[in-house]
Structures are given as structure tokens and as C-alpha cells.
């Protein structure tokens, strides 16, 4: 079978093969070939070693020793390479105590996770090599482990994720026994990191087939497995899925948009369909116990760095000043464009709320006065500083700030105008108050 790989990706294979070693495309990148996809990632394996194989590039290479993998730069493409091998057994839920270089195919196939990544291709002859019938199951459109699926997903749980982001990615379903065994098995993931579910469940809010994935978890349970140390979620029933898929536009709409806004989107709507009796406001307060396990969630458990968490965060708790603001009021609505990542809250707010007419006049509102506002009417010119007010006896800290703020606040409102009536404003509100 001859199939279509680029010539950059085919200059390095000729260049290992012409050493008189094998090389084959494997992995994802042979899967989406022959699913008449191109790959955005190229995997190869090799039989030669890799320290031999850096030397055929030099200065382009990294060699992960530990995985037997060679990364490799090459005229602008990245390419994975890996030495063939057989792996012992996994003790610790991720990482084989042991590895074998210099083994077969058939060996080196043992050790990968799916049949649909288990096919070799020999560019050079043209030559399909499945010794795992992974051909039959892209033409099945499945998801099945390759050997017990119990053993192939207790060796590394992170397996479990995987199984599902490419169900969803792919629009595949989970053969049968590889998805009772997730069922059987769910309660491992609690111990995959937090960094590896970050990652995993990014991958899938911002596949094409978003919700397939994220449904997938709910129904297994892992979504509870994952979530309910810090996030109070309703007690897994078929309720539960009902509301859950209530969600499914506004989760798929989501992937087309940043990581930020679609954990926002992902995360507001596990807990919109959980406080659905109305008692449960709109606007979410910044103390509330929920907004608490959000964030909790975010920092504890999925290590998500100060800058992420806090992006999403403002995306949630920017919208109720979007619901709220005084839109007659230059102040109020020029502070509220002066929020941190308004255009992700407005990106946010469009997908949640687009159904509801009255919402869809609040976006409509906002949209406009975005684009027509000026960035310099949102920063005026500062009229006093720090220096000011610690002569006009205000002392160090941060009362010094909160004033700047509201000085600026009253700029916006245009009720201050210039630098002379900023200190009277502050004596008059500042100092003579005391």
C-alpha cells in the first residue's frame, strides 16, 4: 500500500535506512494516514541505536534515554523516534521497571496500548505490517486494547484517558471489554498526576468531537473519580446524564475557542446543571463555597499554574459584571472593559448564554462597546502619583493604591479632570474624613 508522507519526513527515513538499519512509521501517525488524515505529529521506529542514529543529525537531536526515544528537529519538522523495544512490568501505574532494546516487531507491538497504534508501515517498500489486527479496527471504528485490556490499563492508568480522548477525537466507540475494563478500573485514575489530567481533558475539550469525550468520562464515573475530592457534583445517576448532556452545544462551541475559555465553559456547566433548582444566582461569588472548589480544583488537583487558574477564574467571575453593570454609566462599563481577559469573558458569555434573548442584548451591548471604545479612554492620563499623595500626609501601603484607583475610577466617570482637583478630591475624601 502505498501511502503519501512528506518529503522532509521521508529524507530522514531514507537517511536511516541508507545506514542499513529498519525504519517504520508507527503510532498515531500511520492511524491517521490511513484514516486519510495528515499527521500533526510524525512517530517512526528503528532498530538502530539511538546514540548511532544522533550522529546521522547531528545538533538536531535529543535523546531521551530513559524511553529509548530520539527527538528529532528536522527543516522545520518534529519528528519522535523510537529504538524498538519490550518493556517489563509497570509498578508504579506509569513508567516499566524494565526496557529491552533490540527487539522485534512483534515484541516491540506487546508494549503499546491500542491496536488502531499498533500498525507499522515500511515507507521504503510500501509495505503495511498489523500483527495486532489494528487495520480491522479503524475499519470497525474502535477503541480495544492490544492483549487483557484489564493488564494493558492497570500497567499505566494514564491509558484510561487516552482510550477516551481518542474515542471522542476519532468518533470511535470503546470495544466492549476495553470499556467494561475502564469501569472496573476507574478509580486508578485518581492516581495519575494532576499535570497528566490537566493535559489529557484540555486535549479533549478542544478536539473537533469535544463532548463525545467529556460524555465518556461522566458515564465511566472518572469525571467523579477526578473531580469530587474538591468539586461537589450530584451523585452519579442516569439523572445526572440527562442534565449533563443539556450541555453538549455549549461544550462542542467551546473547542473552537482558547484551553482557558473552554475549562471555563466545561467547569460552569458541571456546576449550572448541578445548582439547576433557580436557588442557585447567576453571578457567583467570589467567596461563595463553589467559586472556593473551583479554584481549589484547578491549583490541588490539576496544577494548573497561578496565570491559567486565575484566567479562568476571571472568566467566570467577570460575567456577572456583564450581567450587572449600570450600562448608562461611563464609569461602571469603562471599568468593566478594563477587566482582566474581557474578550475571553465575552468569548465565555456568547457560548453559555447566545439562547437567551435577554442575554444575547447584554453580549450585543458589550460587543460594541469594545469595538468602539478607544484603548486610551480606558487608561487616562494619571494626574497624581504616589509621591503626591505621601506629601499630602497619606502614609506608605496599600491605601496608596486604592486611592490612585479611585482616582482613576473618577477620571473614567470624567467628575476629575485634572491634577488639582485630584488632591482636593483626596483631601476631601481621604484626609478630612479622618
Known amino acids: 500500500m502505498q501511502l503519501t508522507i512528506p518529503d522532509k519526513v521521508m529524507k530522514v527515513i ?32 528503528t532498530n538502530m541505536d539511538l546514540n548511532e542514529l544522533s550522529k546521522l543529525f547531528p545538533n538536531r ?4 534515554q530513559e524511553y ?32 529491552k532494546a533490540g527487539v522485534t516487531l512483534k515484541e516491540d507491538v ?10 507499522y508501515y515500511d515507507p521504503i517498500n510500501s ?13 470497525k471504528r474502535q477503541i480495544k486494547t492490544i492483549g487483557e ?65 467529556i460524555e465518556l468520562l461522566v458515564r465511566s464515573k472518572i469525571l467523579h473519580n477526578l473531580f469530587s475530592d474538591f468539586l461537589v457534583l450530584p451523585k452519579f445517576s442516569s439523572k445526572f446524564l440527562k442534565d449533563f448532556k443539556s450541555s453538549k452545544r455549549k461544550i462542542e462551541n467551546a473547542s473552537s475557542t482558547s484551553s482557558a475559555v473552554s475549562w471555563a465553559i466545561f467547569l460552569r456547566c458541571l456546576f449550572l446543571e448541578y445548582y439547576n433548582d433557580k436557588k442557585f444566582p447567576e453571578i457567583i461569588p467570589k467567596k461563595s463555597t ?60 456568547r457560548i453559555m448564554y447566545s439562547s437567551n434573548k435577554g442575554f444575547s442584548e447584554i453580549l450585543n451591548f458589550w460587543t460594541e462597546k469594545l469595538k468602539t ?16 499623595l505621601i506629601k499630602l500626609g497619606i502614609g506608605k501601603g496599600p491605601d496608596i493604591e486604592k486611592i490612585l484607583l479611585t482616582i482613576e475610577e473618577e477620571q473614567l466617570e470624567e467628575r476629575i479632570k485634572s491634577k488639582k482637583q485630584a488632591i482636593e478630591f483626596v483631601k476631601k475624601q481621604f484626609i478630612e474624613k479622618k
Do not use: C
Request: net charge positive; no cysteine.
Open 14 to 45: 531514507k537517511t536511516i535506512k541508507s545506514s542499513g538499519s529498519n525504519i517504520y512509521v508507527v503510532g498515531g501517525s500511520i492511524r491517521d494516514l490511513l484514516l486519510g488524515e495528515e499527521p500533526k505529529d510524525w512517530d517512526l521506529a
Open 61 to 64: 537531536a535529543i535523546i531521551r
Open 68 to 99: 529509548k526515544v530520539l527527538m528529532l528537529s528536522y527543516m522545520g519538522t518534529d519528528l519522535q523516534i523510537a529504538q524498538l523495544r519490550s518493556e517489563g512490568k509497570y509498578r508504579d501505574g506509569r513508567h516499566p521497571d524494565l526496557i
Open 110 to 119: 506487546k508494549r503499546r496500548d491500542f491496536t488502531i497504534n499498533g500498525i
Open 127 to 139: 509495505k503495511i505490517i498489523d500483527h495486532v489486527d489494528g487495520i480491522s479496527d479503524l475499519k
Open 149 to 213: 485490556s484489564s493488564v494493558r490499563l492497570s500497567e499505566d492508568y494514564l491509558r484510561i484517558l487516552r482510550a477516551i480522548r481518542f474515542a471522542g477525537k476519532l468518533k470511535f466507540n470503546i470495544e466492549k471489554n476495553t470499556f467494561d475494563s475502564i469501569l472496573n478500573l476507574s478509580n486508578l485514575t485518581k492516581r495519575i498526576s494532576g499535570e497528566r489530567v490537566k493535559d489529557e481533558i484540555t486535549r479533549m475539550l478542544l478536539s473537533e468531537n469535544a463532548f463525545h469525550s
Open 290 to 349: 463553589i467559586y472556593v472548589q473551583v479554584s481549589d480544583l484547578l491549583k490541588l488537583k490539576l496544577k494548573f499554574n497561578n496565570t491559567e487558574r486565575k484566567k479562568i477564574l476571571n472568566i467566570l467571575q467577570n460575567q456577572q459584571f456583564l450581567i450587572v453593570s449600570n450600562k448608562d454609566e461611563n464609569k461602571i462599563w469603562k471599568k468593566t472593559l478594563r477587566f482582566p481577559f474581557i474578550i475571553e469573558t465575552l468569548e465565555f458569555f
Open 373 to 388: 471604545t478607544r484603548l486610551a479612554d480606558l487608561q487616562p492620563k494619571k494626574l497624581i502619583k504616589g509621591n503626591d
